[in-house]
C-alpha cells in the first residue's frame, strides 16, 4: 500500500496556527497577509511534493499517492485565479478589473465626460455629497458660487452605450432648505455599465461639508465642520475650522491635520494620521494599520476590542501598530490596556499606566522628574532607563525571571526560587510600581 502524502495535512496545520495565534490576541491582519503572500502557498505546496517523491526515490519505494485528484487541482487553480484577480484589482492592473468607485469592470472601456455645474450659495450653511461615487476633492475659498468641475467615468462596451448613459446621468447641485446637495445620477442599465465622477469642487470656506459615498475624499481650508458617513475610500482633511467627525469609513487612510476643533472617527480601517489638531480626539474601532499622532493639544482617547488607551497631551509624538506602541514626549496621566503590544515609552510626564497581557515595556526618560509609574506585563521583559540624579521608590517583582540592576545600592535585590524582587529610595520621587508575571526586570542608568 502506497504512504498518504503529507501536503494536506501540513497546510491544514499552518492554516490552523495563524487563526489560532489570531484568536489568541496576536492581531495578525490574514486577508491582507492572504493577499499578499498567497504565491508562497503553491510554493511550498510543490516543494513539500518535491521532497516526498525525491525521499521516497531515494529509499526506493513508491512515491506518495496525491489525495487531491482531478477535482483538488480544479479547486486549487480556481482558488489561484482568485486571489490573482483580487491581487490584480487590489493594484489597479489589468482589462478585468474590480474598481470600488464602479464595480465590476469585466472586459469594459472607460469613458470620460467632462462635468461642469455651479449653484449660489446664498443661505446655503452646508454642502451634503450625497453618495457620490468617486474621487472628490472639496476646496474652500473667500466667497463665490459653489462650482463644481471635473469627469465622470463610464465603464461601459462601446461609445454609443457610454454617450447613452452620460445623458441620463447627470450631475445635480440642488437647493434643499440650508443645504446644497450634489448627486450624481445612477446609470440606467446599471447591470451593464458602471460610472463614477471624479470632482473638483469649490465652495465658500464657511460652509459645513457633509459626504457619503465611495472613493478617495479630500477636504481642505474649510472655516466650518466636517461628517463624513459610510465612506469606503481613503479620507485626507486638512486646515478645518470646526469639529471633525469620520465613521463608518472601510479605506486605507484616514487623514487629518491642522484642526481647530476636535476629531472622532469611528468605525473600521487601515492606517490614521492625526496632527496639529486643538481639540480632543476620540477614535473608537478596529484599525489593521498604523496610527500616528502628533502635536495634539488636548486629550486622545483611543479604544478597540482589544486596546484602551489615554493620553493627555501630545506635544511629541505617539506611533500605534498592531505589534507596537512607542510614545515620545507625551503629557500625562497615560493609560494603556491591551492584549499583546510591545511598548516603548519616553519622556512622559504626571504618570504612567501600562498593563498587557504579553509584550515587553521599556521606559526611559531623559530628565527629572519622572511619572509616577504603574507597569505590568504578563509575559514580557520590563526596562527601566531612569536619569543618574533622579528621585524615585521602586517596587519592582518578576514572578519568574531575573533582575538587572545598575543603581546597586540603595536599591536591594532579593530572589526566592523564580521569583525576583528590586526595591528602594533614590532621592526624593514619585512611586514605580512594576511588575511582571514572566519576564527579567532591568533598571539602567541614563
Given at each position: 500500500?502506497?504512504p498518504r502524502s503529507?501536503?494536506?495535512?501540513?497546510?491544514?496545520?499552518?492554516?490552523?496556527?495563524?487563526?489560532?495565534?489570531?484568536?489568541?490576541?496576536?492581531?495578525?491582519?490574514?486577508w491582507?497577509?492572504?493577499?499578499?503572500?498567497w504565491?508562497f502557498l503553491?510554493?511550498?505546496?510543490?516543494?513539500?511534493?518535491?521532497?516526498e517523491?525525491?525521499?521516497?526515490v531515494?529509499?526506493?519505494?513508491?512515491?506518495?499517492?496525491?489525495?487531491?485528484?482531478g477535482g483538488g487541482?480544479?479547486?486549487?487553480?480556481?482558488?489561484?485565479?482568485?486571489?490573482a484577480?483580487?491581487?490584480?484589482?487590489r493594484?489597479?492592473?489589468?482589462?478585468m478589473t474590480?474598481n470600488p468607485?464602479?464595480g465590476?469592470?469585466?472586459?469594459?472601456?472607460?469613458?470620460?465626460y467632462?462635468?461642469?455645474?455651479?449653484?449660489?450659495?446664498?443661505?446655503v450653511?452646508?454642502?451634503?455629497?450625497?453618495?457620490?461615487?468617486?474621487?472628490?476633492?472639496?476646496?474652500?475659498?473667500?466667497?463665490?458660487?459653489?462650482?463644481?468641475?471635473?469627469?465622470k467615468?463610464i465603464?461601459?462596451?462601446?461609445r454609443?452605450e457610454?454617450?447613452?448613459?452620460?445623458?441620463?446621468?447627470?450631475?445635480?447641485l440642488e437647493?434643499q432648505?440650508?443645504?446644497?446637495v450634489?448627486?450624481?445620477?445612477?446609470?440606467?442599465?446599471?447591470?451593464?455599465?458602471?460610472?463614477?465622477?471624479?470632482?473638483?469642487?469649490?465652495?465658500?470656506k464657511?460652509?459645513n461639508?457633509?459626504a457619503?459615498?465611495?472613493?478617495?475624499?479630500?477636504?481642505q481650508?474649510?472655516?466650518?465642520?466636517?461628517?463624513?458617513?459610510?465612506r469606503?475610500g481613503d479620507?485626507?482633511i486638512?486646515n478645518i475650522?470646526?469639529d471633525?467627525?469620520?465613521?463608518?469609513a472601510?479605506?486605507?487612510?484616514?487623514?487629518?491635520?491642522?484642526v481647530?476643533?476636535?476629531?472622532?472617527?469611528?468605525?473600521?480601517?487601515?492606517?490614521?494620521?492625526?496632527?496639529?489638531?486643538?481639540?480632543?480626539?476620540?477614535?473608537n474601532?478596529?484599525?489593521?494599520?498604523?496610527?500616528?499622532?502628533?502635536?495634539?493639544?488636548?486629550?486622545?482617547?483611543?479604544?478597540?476590542?482589544r486596546?484602551?488607551?489615554?493620553?493627555?497631551?501630545?506635544p511629541?509624538?505617539?506611533?500605534?501598530?498592531?505589534?507596537d506602541?512607542?510614545?515620545?514626549?507625551?503629557?500625562?496621566?497615560?493609560?494603556?490596556?491591551?492584549?499583546?503590544?510591545?511598548?516603548?515609552?519616553?519622556?512622559?510626564?504626571?504618570?504612567?499606566?501600562?498593563?498587557?497581557?504579553r509584550?515587553?515595556?521599556?521606559?526611559?526618560?531623559?530628565?527629572?522628574?519622572?511619572?509616577?509609574?504603574?507597569?505590568?506585563?504578563?509575559?514580557?521583559d520590563?526596562?527601566?532607563?531612569?536619569?543618574?540624579?533622579s528621585?524615585?521608590?521602586?517596587?519592582g517583582?518578576?514572578?519568574?525571571?531575573e533582575?538587572?540592576?545598575?543603581f546597586?545600592?540603595?536599591?536591594?535585590?532579593?530572589s526566592?526560587?523564580?521569583?525576583?524582587?528590586?526595591h528602594g529610595?533614590?532621592?526624593?520621587?514619585?512611586?514605580?510600581t512594576v511588575?511582571?508575571?514572566?519576564?527579567?526586570?532591568?533598571?539602567k542608568?541614563?
Amino acid at each position: 500500500m502506497r504512504p498518504r502524502s503529507i501536503t494536506g495535512p501540513l497546510i491544514l496545520v499552518a492554516i490552523g496556527v495563524v487563526f489560532l495565534l489570531n484568536n489568541l490576541g496576536h492581531d495578525i491582519p490574514l486577508w491582507r497577509f492572504i493577499a499578499d503572500y498567497w504565491p508562497f502557498l503553491l510554493i511550498g505546496l510543490g516543494l513539500i511534493q518535491l521532497a516526498e517523491v525525491l525521499f521516497h526515490v531515494s529509499q526506493g519505494s513508491p512515491p506518495p499517492t496525491r489525495s487531491s485528484g482531478g477535482g483538488g487541482w480544479f479547486w486549487i487553480v480556481a482558488l489561484c485565479v482568485f486571489l490573482a484577480v483580487w491581487s490584480a484589482h487590489r493594484d489597479g492592473f489589468g482589462a478585468m478589473t474590480i474598481n470600488p468607485n464602479n464595480g465590476f469592470s469585466f472586459f469594459r472601456s472607460e469613458f470620460d465626460y467632462p462635468v461642469d455645474a455651479q449653484n449660489s450659495p446664498d443661505g446655503v450653511t452646508r454642502l451634503v455629497l450625497d453618495g457620490v461615487n468617486g474621487d472628490v476633492t472639496v476646496h474652500g475659498a473667500d466667497g463665490g458660487e459653489v462650482k463644481v468641475t471635473g469627469h465622470k467615468n463610464i465603464h461601459a462596451f462601446n461609445r454609443n452605450e457610454a454617450d447613452r448613459e452620460d445623458k441620463g446621468s447627470l450631475v445635480h447641485l440642488e437647493r434643499q432648505g440650508d443645504s446644497l446637495v450634489l448627486r450624481v445620477d445612477s446609470p440606467a442599465h446599471a447591470g451593464m455599465v458602471s460610472l463614477s465622477a471624479d470632482l473638483d469642487i469649490t465652495v465658500p470656506k464657511g460652509l459645513n461639508i457633509e459626504a457619503r459615498g465611495r472613493g478617495n475624499l479630500d477636504v481642505q481650508d474649510m472655516a466650518g465642520s466636517v461628517s463624513v458617513t459610510d465612506r469606503q475610500g481613503d479620507v485626507r482633511i486638512s486646515n478645518i475650522g470646526k469639529d471633525v467627525r469620520v465613521e463608518g469609513a472601510r479605506g486605507g487612510l484616514v487623514r487629518a491635520e491642522n484642526v481647530k476643533g476636535t476629531v472622532d472617527l469611528q468605525g473600521r480601517g487601515g492606517d490614521v494620521q492625526i496632527e496639529h489638531v486643538d481639540g480632543e480626539v476620540t477614535i473608537n474601532g478596529e484599525f489593521s494599520g498604523t496610527l500616528e499622532f502628533t502635536a495634539l493639544a488636548k486629550s486622545l482617547h483611543f479604544e478597540s476590542s482589544r486596546s484602551d488607551f489615554h493620553v493627555e497631551q501630545i506635544p511629541g509624538s505617539v506611533t500605534m501598530d498592531l505589534g507596537d506602541l512607542k510614545i515620545d514626549n507625551v503629557v500625562g496621566p497615560v493609560k494603556f490596556r491591551t492584549g499583546t503590544r510591545d511598548v516603548d515609552a519616553h519622556d512622559v510626564t504626571n504618570s504612567l499606566e501600562l498593563d498587557l497581557n504579553r509584550g515587553d515595556i521599556e521606559v526611559s526618560a531623559s530628565k527629572a522628574p519622572l511619572p509616577k509609574m504603574d507597569l505590568h506585563s504578563k509575559n514580557g521583559d520590563i526596562t527601566l532607563t531612569l536619569p543618574e540624579k533622579s528621585g524615585f521608590d521602586l517596587d519592582g517583582k518578576t514572578a519568574n525571571g531575573e533582575v538587572d540592576n545598575e543603581f546597586g545600592s540603595p536599591l536591594e535585590n532579593h530572589s526566592d526560587g523564580k521569583t525576583a524582587w528590586v526595591h528602594g529610595r533614590v532621592g526624593s520621587g514619585p512611586v514605580l510600581t512594576v511588575v511582571t508575571d514572566r519576564g527579567t526586570l532591568s533598571v539602567k542608568k541614563e
